[in-house]
Each structure stands twice: as structure tokens, then as C-alpha cells.
């Protein structure tokens, strides 16, 4: 558990960090200052509060992967489709609609978009 709420766009002065873990935590915020670390790999922040993914992550030339399951994630920037060099979109339990998210998948064609949602 992180006491986290948002990153601060300093963030952006993290050039040669390659994983980026801010899960469990009341993260609510992630600046589009983010797209700026270009050595970016993996960025995972589940169980947290985000509800949006700035646009300037489509950006990110290096990123492979984005686990961001069990937010209230209510919209993913449409170019994330376009993300030549992400592999895996993990995004179980969010507030986007399930054709949303099937059109994604298919879109992104062999590319992994693990989603789903749980019952009960």
C-alpha cells in the first residue's frame, strides 16, 4: 500500500527509469509529463483511482507494457491502439464498456489485451 494520490510532473526528469510501479494506493493522477520518460518499459498502477490515461502516453515509443486493472478507468486514449511496441494491455475490473474494450482488442490485433470483468 502507497500513500500516492497523483505523480508529480517531475516525474518527466526520470530518463533511464524502465519500470514504474504505483499499485495499491489512492493514485488518482498521471500527468502527461510521463510521456517524457523515454526508457519506460512497464508502468503498472492497479488497484488504485485512475479514471483517465493522459494522451501523451501514446507517445511513449518504448513502452511495452500498461497493467492498470481494478481502476475506475472510464476511457483509454484512442491512439493507444496505435502503439506499435505495446504488447500487453492488462485491464480487468474497470468502468469501460465491454464492446469498448473488444474493439480494442481487435484493433490491436496480435497484440495481448487481457480484460474482463467480475461477477457478483
Known amino acids: 500500500m502507497n500513500d500516492i494520490d497523483s ?17 495499491y494506493g489512492p493514485l488518482k493522477y498521471i500527468p502527461p ?10 508502468l503498472s498502477f492497479m488497484y488504485s483511482e485512475v479514471e483517465t490515461l493522459p494522451d501523451a502516453i501514446c507517445e511513449m515509443d518504448q513502452l511495452r507494457e500498461i497493467w492498470c486493472s481494478y481502476n475506475p478507468v472510464k476511457r483509454l486514449p484512442p491512439c493507444i491502439k496505435d502503439m506499435k511496441n505495446l504488447k500487453h494491455l492488462v485491464i480487468y475490473n474497470v468502468k469501460m464498456d465491454t464492446s469498448e474494450l473488444s474493439l480494442l482488442k481487435k484493433q490491436m490485433g496480435g497484440r495481448a489485451v487481457h480484460y474482463g470483468f467480475k461477477r457478483g
Open 7 to 23: 505523480l508529480p510532473p517531475d516525474i518527466a526528469r526520470l530518463k533511464s527509469v524502465q519500470n514504474l510501479a504505483v499499485n
Open 33 to 42: 509529463e510521463i510521456a517524457q520518460m523515454t526508457a519506460l518499459k512497464n
